[in-house]
């Protein structure tokens, strides 16, 4: 052994005591002081006996034997009281205590509680987190298809959950007397419908508040297969976790350089770490109007089934979010509406305004509270007659329609129809000019059926590196706070000034008008149109230009307010299921309606129709090179392109005319 082995061995017993002290347990170590009791009890039960209600909250088991977080509020004293459901995936406790009170009216303030009605309407609120969401057990999926189908082999859906949520309440809730409605706007209105698909028994009346219905056609994710670029943040946030702690971030400012400087939707995605998320590498998959999206359609699934349970569908004219879903399904059940259950209303809401403030809307003034007048004249009274026991008598219309323009609800027996007697509704068309001129054509039969190819066009050059803003920049992300600048929920009744001065816009305009035009329904686009390029956008809006002086609201001189507008992705102008490359130079024709509208152009004001081939960053650019997917399309796809509008293009409209 060497002289340096021995002094290591001799090192090493020395340091033997302190090794054996360090690693000696904790617990054998006297403590340096005596602990100080804390102060936090074990667990703090509120005193709640002054509170005017009794919060429960219950993890609800479903037939699979996953359990959902619900919340159950129950008005004290309440004796035979009706049951009012929300399902949602946007957290149920946080819905039912929208402030720290002992009312239950301050608790309920918000997102999709009438809180008025139901506070005056004495009943039992109810709300539940969706599997997979917040505090409820399961997997989260997007619009979770039907039990059974392709995209859904497992025995549940939001179908069969509402089913058992309905089964466990009327067996549990010893306040209620055992009739239960359900309400929600949006994702939250979609479920509404999901239950109609089988409903329970109990189940007896539903209102659908601005309601995802064709996620492709005209609602969130698409409009006519442009992609809403828009909601990728809503996507993450959504779909990321459960309980909805991802958060998107914006690189820049103005939403505009966000998107434009990404590229593509599907690079923007990328850059988000989107492709972990399992709805984005579905809809990335599926960009056209396939089974994926069709299946999914709650339209077409409630057509194959009579109407078993009273509903109200309410729709907003200004929807910036869910402006298909409520008229689709309208559409849809109401030939099978044999005993007269389904009821419609629109309103001239926002998103989801029909529970807020209803007086105005951006620049608009109503005259009144459209939304008051909703929830105490027209939802309370059919919320009370199917769901109370002394059910009282039910006397609203079967369409309740407020007429933008005059200003005024008018009852009508169904839609689309101005009016009840007096009038008829005939097909009129604005026809396109030379010199931006636009022509109203008022007599039956002008409308032809196919437009025919003339020499006389305007035109404009598509620039995808300079798309055309769909509001004024800089432009805010999707958002719901004013004080942020985040004015996204009222964007479809901006000042479209700004768009009717950019060359690659073009602008008709009719004279001014000496009566009254008055449309009901849905204005439908014909247009006879060419592109230099192999694949184009085509945005049309129709536009009411107030005078050029108001005298009792000077700011609304001149303003130029979106009537009814909306996109087409030419690709998919011979079939919404098969993309095809369009022929370069060659006129083809296009025809796509727009959300329906229910306004009288009053004298003095203009007709405009803006025609475009960008709406940025709401939709996502079309290289106007025609690619497999879009998504994913290369920088080098995109490129410049000559858009002709020929005068052969006209908009069908649903006039309204007197008889007398």
Not at 33 to 60: N, Q
Not at 298 to 308: E, F, I, Y
Not at 483 to 505: C, F
Request: proline share 8%; net charge negative.
């Amino acid at each position: 052994m060497s002289r340096y082995t021995v002094a290591l061995a001799s090192a090493l017993i020395l340091l033997a005591p302190v090794v054996q002290a360090q690693l000696a347990p904790a617990a054998a170590t006297a403590p340096l002081y005596p602990a100080l009791p804390s102060e936090t009890p074990e667990e703090f039960h509120a005193p709640v006996d002054g509170f005017d209600y009794v919060k429960r909250a219950v993890m609800i088991p479903m037939r699979d034997g996953v359990k959902l977080h619900t919340v159950i509020i129950v008005p004290r004293g309440a004796s035979r009281a009706p049951m009012l459901l929300t399902r949602t995936p946007y957290n149920a406790a946080e819905l039912t205590a929208h402030a720290e009170s002992s009312q239950l009216e301050n608790i309920l303030q918000g997102y999709d509680n009438a809180a008025d009605v139901v506070v005056q309407g004495g009943y039992i609120r109810v709300m539940q987190d969706v599997r997979g969401k917040h505090g409820s057990e399961g997997d989260y999926v997007m619009n979770r298809p039907l039990a059974g189908s392709t995209f859904n082999p497992t025995p549940v859906d939001h179908s069969t959950d509402t089913w058992d949520t309905i089964e466990w309440l009327t067996q549990n809730v010893p306040e209620s007397n055992g009739k239960v409605g359900i309400i929600g706007i949006s994702y939250d209105g979609y479920l509404p419908l999901m239950a109609l698909v089988q409903p329970h028994p109990a189940l007896k009346a539903a209102v659908p508040m601005n309601p995802m219905v064709d996620g492709w056609r005209g609602d969130d994710w698409f409009h006519n297969g442009a992609f809403r670029q828009v909601n990728l943040a809503y996507i993450l946030e959504q779909v990321a976790t459960r309980r909805s702690e991802a958060k998107w971030y914006s690189s820049h400012y103005d939403d505009y350089d966000t998107f434009l400087r990404a590229g593509s939707a599907g690079e923007l995605a990328r850059q988000r770490g989107m492709e972990q998320v399992g709805f984005w590498r579905k809809l990335s998959s599926h960009p056209a109007y396939d089974n994926f999206w069709s299946g999914q359609a709650m339209d077409q699934l409630l057509a194959r089934q009579p109407v078993k349970v009273p509903t109200m569908l309410v729709h907003s004219w200004w929807d910036a979010e869910d402006i298909y879903g409520a008229l689709a399904v309208y559409k849809a059940v109401k030939p099978l509406d044999r005993d007269n259950q389904v009821y419609l209303v629109m309103g001239p809401w926002n998103h989801g305004g029909a529970i807020d403030d209803g007086s105005k809307l951006g620049a608009l003034h109503f005259g009144s509270d459209t939304a008051l007048h909703f929830r105490q004249e027209i939802l309370r009274p059919f919320l009370d007659h199917y769901l109370k026991d002394e059910a009282p008598a039910l006397t609203i219309a079967a369409v309740s329609a407020f007429e933008t323009g005059s200003n005024k609800w008018r009852a009508l027996n169904r839609w689309p129809s101005g009016c009840n007697s007096g009038c008829s509704s005939t097909p009129g068309a604005l026809r396109l000019g030379a010199g931006s001129k636009l022509t109203l054509s008022r007599a039956a039969g002008v409308v032809p059926t196919t437009p025919a190819a003339s020499s006389a066009y305007d035109e404009y050059v598509s620039d995808p590196a300079k798309p055309v803003p769909y509001r004024a920049r800089p432009i805010m992300a999707v958002g719901y706070d004013e004080a942020k600048g985040q004015t996204w929920p009222r964007w479809l009744v901006d000042d479209q000034r700004e768009a009717s001065g950019r060359p690659d816009v073009l602008s008709y305009t009719s004279e001014v008008l000496t009566a009254p035009v008055k449309i009901s329904g849905e204005p439908i686009a014909h247009l006879l149109a060419a592109t230099s390029g192999t694949d184009a956008d085509w945005v049309v809006k129709l536009i009411d230009v107030y005078p050029d002086q108001v005298a009792a609201q000077p700011e609304m001189g001149g303003y130029q307010l979106m009537v009814a507008a909306d996109i087409f992705r030419g690709r998919y102008r011979e079939s919404l299921a098969q993309a095809r490359a369009l022929l370069p130079d060659t006129p083809l024709a296009y025809r796509f309606a727009l959300p329906a509208a229910n306004h009288v152009f009053l004298p003095g004001h203009r007709i405009m129709v803006q025609i475009q081939s960008s709406w940025f960053p709401l939709y996502d650019r079309n290289p106007q090179t025609f690619v497999p997917n879009i998504f994913f399309a290369q920088p080098a796809d995109y490129r410049k392109a000559t858009q002709r509008i020929y005068h052969d293009s006209y908009i069908e409209l649903p006039l309204i005319t007197s008889k007398r």
